[in-house]
Nanobody, 124 residues
Framework: QVQLVESGGGLVQAGGSLRLSCTASGRTFSFYAMGWFRQAPGKEREFVAASTWSGGNTYYADSVKGRFTISRDNAENTVYLQMNSLKPEDTAVYYC?????????????????WGQGTQVTVSS
């Protein structure tokens, strides 16, 4: 069992930056691929970014490529999402998730554990 807790959300102006953190507890964090998803009101949850267990490979949704960066510190059991050049359309609840796989999954059904989410609001 893995427990995930996100933090770092908030209100920011367009063009600003935020860094989300997701800290894991429970089973060995380093053996899991980690991902970030988001869900805006009235929309389905969508993939944002993923990292392999080592952090050596990452994958991004086209909508955030070049603006967001996923990274992880396995010693601290934490994965981060650095979000730069934020846009109003980035407004959503952001969730981190853990998957027992060696790849970097992009589908929500591939993930075994989820955090409770953290709200990100970007004002125009």
């Amino acid at each position: 069992q893995v427990q995930l807790v996100e933090s770092g959300g908030g209100l920011v102006q367009a063009g600003g930056s935020l860094r989300l953190s997701c800290t894991a507890s429970g089973r060995t964090f380093s053996f899991y691929a980690m991902g970030w998803f988001r869900q805006a009101p009235g929309k389905e949850r969508e993939f944002v970014a993923a990292s392999t267990w080592s952090g050596g490979n990452t994958y991004y949704a086209d909508s955030v490529k070049g603006r967001f960066t996923i990274s992880r510190d396995n010693a601290e059991n934490t994965v981060y999402l650095q979000m730069n050049s934020l846009k109003p359309e980035d407004t959503a609840v952001y969730y981190c998730a853990a998957a027992q796989t060696t790849g970097w999954p992009r589908n929500s059904y591939e993930y075994n554990y989820w955090g409770q989410g953290t709200q990100v609001t970007v004002s125009s």
